[in-house]
Antibody, heavy 121, light 107 residues
Framework: EVQLVESGGGLVQPGGSLRLSCVAS????????MHWVRQVPGKGLQWVSG????????AHEDSLEGRFSISRDNTRNSLYLQMNNLRREDTAFYYC??????????????WGQGTLVTVSS | VVMTQSPVTLSVSPGERATLSCRAS??????LAWYQHKPGQAPRLLIH???TRAAGIPARFSGSGSGTEFTLTISSLQSEDFAVYYC??????????FGQGTKLDIK
């Protein structure tokens, strides 16, 4: 069974940093591109970052202004999101999502349960 | 690519049909997916390729459309179908884009 389990969320002060992790199981992690998607409570889904299976291609939402960085470790079946200089508007549930096909850029066929990041003083 | 969903909220009685719309700001061919999202749960893939049901999705869910206009139809609403539904274009990135969501309410 495919599973994606996020961790690393919590309460952080404005300007602080957090590193989110997503551990994958039940599929060959190294074969698939992965993404982070967030949802501000009461709002819709917003794509944050994506990374190809081999880490060669990666991209982030422009509005993040370079504060977030996605990475992966295929030996550990893990996806990461380093979040720096956090702002109150970054408060959200953060989900990792797996692409549905081996080629980069397809639908997201599995999602994790999410981890909540709260930015507040 | 900007994705626009309508309506924002849809109130439908159990057993009735629900029709949700999604419009893309440019041609995305059939590179569109639909997801169901309930509070506290992971989003669930319903449809990809605009009209292909994902594994395990009941036949009452169907998708149609191509280019810029897409529709998700739920033929006979069950109690477990009341949720928020999102469309998602994967024709090009970055960025990947989602519609703002349609909340399906019990009437």
């Amino acid at each position: 069974e495919v599973q994606l389990v996020e961790s690393g969320g919590g309460l952080v002060q404005p300007g602080g940093s957090l590193r989110l992790s997503c551990v994958a199981s039940g599929f060959t992690f190294a074969d698939y591109a992965m993404h982070w998607v967030r949802q501000v409570p009461g709002k819709g889904l917003q794509w944050v970052s994506g990374i190809s299976s081999d880490s060669v291609l990666l991209a982030h939402e422009d509005s993040l202004e370079g504060r977030f960085s996605i990475s992966r470790d295929n030996t550990r079946n893990s996806l990461y999101l380093q979040m720096n200089n956090l702002r109150r508007e970054d408060t959200a549930f953060y989900y990792c999502a797996k692409e549905g096909e081996l080629s980069l850029l397809s639908w997201f066929d599995r999602w994790g349960q999410g981890t909540l990041v709260t930015v507040s003083s | 690519v900007v994705m626009t969903q309508s309506p924002v909220t849809l109130s439908v009685s159990p057993g009735e049909r629900a029709t949700l719309s999604c419009r893309a700001s440019q041609n995305i061919y059939t590179n569109l997916a639909w997801y169901q999202h309930k509070p506290g749960q992971a989003p669930r893939l319903l449809i990809h390729g605009a009209s292909t049901r994902a594994a395990g999705i009941p036949a009452r869910f169907s998708g149609s459309g191509s280019g810029t206009e897409f529709t998700l139809t739920i033929s006979s609403l069950q109690s477990e179908d009341f949720a928020v539904y999102y469309c998602h274009q994967y024709h090009n990135w970055p960025p990947v884009t989602f519609g703002q969501g349609t909340k399906l309410d019990i009437k």
